[in-house]
């Protein structure tokens, strides 16, 4: 690049801007892991279904709150139905008495 042709921050034209971009490109693309543009990408769609979600007013998942529990049995069960939790109390009685939890 011609000296003069870059001034406060603002190139004399657009091809001198991208003789610029390209220089600092091909200097910064080989030292960037291969994987970083798909992290990119993930990150970006991520935040953007987040921020979606937001604007439409609807909770992220995370700040969904499930009442589902699993058992050490490895049943999964509703905990605010009684009819599907009582049977589980001896299972977890039970663990919390072998490994020394229960007070």
Known sequence: ?????????????FEAAREAFETAWSELQPSTPDNAFAEWRRDRDWRAEVAAKRARGEKLDSEIR??????????????????????????????????????
């Open 1 to 13: 690049m011609e000296p003069g042709t870059w001034r406060s921050g603002i190139a004399a034209t």
């Open 66 to 103: 499930s009442t589902l529990m699993r058992c050490v049995c490895g049943t999964t069960f509703d905990s605010w139905k009684p009819a599907e939790s009582y049977q589980h109390r001896a299972h977890f009685t039970a663990a919390q008495a072998a490994n020394g939890t229960r007070r």
